[in-house]
Each structure stands twice: as structure tokens, then as C-alpha cells.
């Protein structure tokens, strides 16, 4: 009886041994699909940082080759060497990966800034990979696969040939501030004795004594209240009756003729009781060229208070009986040049340092503001214009760019 009883019993316990194992199937296969979906994402992740490290190392190729320019040049000049004024802003272009892994259509384009009037001379870059991977179709910019990184940087307007000088030390050496003062304090100027500035006077000043401040250059005038700095250079002479060539431009050898210098100034207005600017031209012309210094004030007792702050506006040669328009062609008439590495603008991209038309916002002092004179014309048919750079020595002033009249 026992028996008979027991016999259903076992078979309903084997009917729920097999649901149980269906169960843990269906567990166990919710948990694979969850590992299939985690290695999807882990791929899709490694590609992902694979492509970043490719775009990045495109944008870091780009900046670096657009650093490594071997001449300063001109825009458009066309040269096969690369040249700092070829750093332009570029359309997007389709750029190769390095390494098959990196499964991906890559696009890179450069966009650049130039300076601000008075910033240094420095271009801002900022170059952009975007890349469309595996799931995203390249043809549509705005589909949200579409994946991007972005390098800024900025790239100085110095000469290649000068790289070596980066190894030079800074601190008081011989070369960066000679005789342990500022480097556009006047080599002639005499230490005074409290060893912190040093004493100059002004050729054909009369009398006039300037005090550099040995670390800022920053000028004191004797008898004058207020501050100033300095703005010099030379003024050199082609002055033949013939069109001056590129050659004369750099290596003139015309007679010196008599000239003033003087600073008009657009801003600040300046009280009576300001320091003045001032010019005095050393009229022996050393070299056959003549140097000139000009003092500008910084300072103001506006309010009346001494307030700092930078001047703007134009040096201006005087004392020349200068022409009369751009098709005067008089022999008896002058026209003046001012030297810039950018001969196709008044307001070069390098700021006030490249000596511009109009300086603006000067705040410390500028030196190798350099004029060239030439005649107006050949006092016969043909009217004479600033001569351009010979290229051949970039190194050496050159360019010219209408200044006077």
C-alpha cells in the first residue's frame, strides 16, 4: 500500500527538476547577452581611444609642421621654402591615419588669428580633427557619430636663423643686457653712481640729460616732471636720380640731407606741466646714416596726479621739402620710407616693433625704427617709389613702405 502511494510523488518532483533547469538556462543566458554586450562596448570604446590618439597625433604633425618654417617671407611670395607668412587658415583636407587599427575617415583643418594691434608678434592656431567612425556615415556633417578633437597654440614671428640664441642665457648676460642695463638703453650712455640707471645725452640736446632706469628703460628727464621711453633708429639716404633698387635699399650710399624728427602724438593731451616728446638726430651720420632718439612721455598729472599710461601716434620726419603727390617727380623733392617686415599694409601683423604707420598703444620703449630718403623722381618723366626687400637677404632691412608725403 505503501508503495502505490509513493509512485506520483516521484513523478511530479522529476516535472519541477526540469523547470528548474530551464530556469537557470534563461538566467544564464541573460547574463551572456549582458557579457556580449559589455565586450560590444569595450571594443567600441578602444576604437574610440585608438581614433582619439591618431586625431591628436594628426593636430600635434600639423602644428609642428607649421612651426617649422625656415624663412619669415611674404604672403603668396611663392617660394618653395616654408615660410612663416604661408601659416594661413586652411580648408579641411582628408588625412590618412598611421596605423590600420585606427578604422576611421579623418578631416583636419587650420584655422589662424593674427595678432592685435600692439599684441606680440605671434600667431594663434588652432587645428581640428574631426573623424567619422565605423557607424557614421562621413558624408553627413552632423551626424552624431562624427567625433573631433581641437589643438590651440601659437607660433612667434622670429627668425629661424636666430634660433640659436634660445641657448643663450638670460640672466644679465653679455649678450641680452649689455653692461648689465636694459638692451635699448643707448650704448653710449654712462653708469651713474648708484649703479641702478644710466645717464645720456641726447645728440645736438644742448645740454638735455636723459636717466634710463637700468631695468625697465624707462626714462627720466632732467628739469621735467614725469616719465618717458625711448623711440629711436636711423635715417639713411638713396638719394640719387635714379629709381632706388632693392640692393640701395639695404646698402644705401646717397648723400645725407638736412631733416628734423618729431613725435605728434593722438593720445594722451597732455598738460602744460607734462614732460614733452622730444627728438634730437646726431647730424654727423656715423656710418653714413643718422641716428635719431626720440622721448615719449608715460606719465600724466591729469587729476593732478601722476597716472601712467600709453601713448599712440606717428613719427614724423621734418625740415624736407617733400612732394607733392605720388606723381611728383621733382629732383628737388623728397620722399620718406620706413623700413617693416610687412611692406603690404600700413599696420603691420607684428604690432608697433614692425614699425608701423601709426604706433598704438606704446607702453615700453622702441628701438630700430629705421627711414630710408629718396628723391621724388629723376627731375624728368618718372617718379620714384620706395624699393622692396631683395629676398636673397632676408636678414638685412629691406623692405620699404611709403611714409612721407
Not at 513523478?11 to 565586450?39: N, S, T, Y
Request: proline share 7%; charged share 15%; hydrophobic share 35%.
Amino acid at each position: 500500500m505503501n508503495v502505490r502511494t509513493m509512485t506520483p510523488l516521484r513523478r511530479r518532483q522529476r516535472a519541477v527538476a526540469l523547470i528548474e533547469a530551464l530556469v537557470a538556462l534563461a538566467v544564464m543566458a541573460i547574463g551572456l547577452l549582458g557579457v556580449v554586450g559589455m565586450q560590444a562596448t569595450l571594443r567600441t570604446n578602444a576604437d574610440l581611444s585608438r581614433q582619439r590618439s591618431e586625431a591628436v597625433r594628426m593636430a600635434q604633425e600639423k602644428i609642428e609642421s607649421l612651426r617649422a618654417f625656415s624663412q619669415l617671407g611674404v604672403e603668396g611670395a611663392g617660394t618653395s621654402e616654408p615660410e612663416y607668412a604661408d601659416v594661413i587658415t586652411s580648408t579641411a583636407e582628408d588625412v590618412t591615419p598611421s596605423s590600420g587599427r585606427a578604422s576611421a575617415t579623418f578631416k583636419r583643418t587650420v584655422s589662424v588669428a593674427p595678432p592685435n594691434a600692439g599684441d606680440p608678434a605671434m600667431k594663434t592656431l588652432s587645428v581640428t580633427v574631426e573623424w567619422w567612425d565605423r557607424r557614421a556615415d562621413s558624408s553627413n556633417a552632423t551626424d552624431t557619430n562624427r567625433q573631433s578633437v581641437v589643438l590651440n597654440t601659437a607660433v612667434a614671428r622670429v627668425d629661424p636663423a636666430l634660433g640659436a640664441g634660445l641657448g643663450l642665457p638670460t640672466n644679465r648676460s653679455v649678450t641680452q643686457r649689455p653692461r648689465g642695463r636694459n638692451i635699448a638703453i643707448p650704448a653710449s650712455s654712462v653708469d651713474t653712481s648708484s649703479g641702478t640707471s644710466s645717464q645720456f645725452n641726447p645728440p645736438n640736446g644742448r645740454g638735455v640729460s636723459w636717466v634710463f632706469s637700468n631695468d625697465t628703460a624707462r626714462i627720466t628727464v632732467a628739469g621735467s616732471r614725469g616719465q618717458g621711453v625711448l623711440i629711436s633708429g636711423y635715417v639713411r639716404f638713396a638719394t640719387g636720380l635714379t629709381q632706388p633698387t632693392s640692393a640701395e635699399s639695404e646698402t644705401p650710399s646717397g648723400a645725407p640731407v638736412g631733416f628734423g624728427m618729431q613725435v605728434n602724438l593722438t593720445s594722451p593731451v597732455l598738460s602744460s606741466a607734462d614732460l614733452q616728446p622730444a627728438c634730437y638726430v646726431d647730424t654727423s651720420y656715423p656710418g653714413g646714416a643718422a641716428p635719431y632718439y626720440c622721448v615719449v612721455p608715460i606719465t600724466t598729472t591729469a587729476r593732478g596726479h601722476f597716472s601712467p599710461f600709453s601713448w599712440s601716434g606717428r613719427t614724423v620726419l621734418t625740415g624736407l621739402n617733400l612732394a607733392t603727390s605720388a606723381s611728383d617727380y621733382s629732383g628737388s623733392h623728397y620722399r620718406v620710407c620706413r623700413y617693416t617686415p610687412d611692406p603690404t599694409t600700413d599696420t603691420p601683423t607684428e604690432g608697433n616693433v614692425a614699425h608701423p604707420l601709426d604706433y598704438v598703444t606704446v607702453t615700453g620703449a622702441l628701438t630700430n625704427q629705421n627711414f630710408l630718403i629718396i628723391r621724388a623722381g629723376d627731375n624728368s618723366a618718372s617718379a620714384f617709389t620706395c624699393p622692396t626687400d631683395d629676398t636673397s637677404t632676408p636678414l638685412v632691412d629691406g623692405d620699404t613702405r611709403q611714409h612721407q608725403p
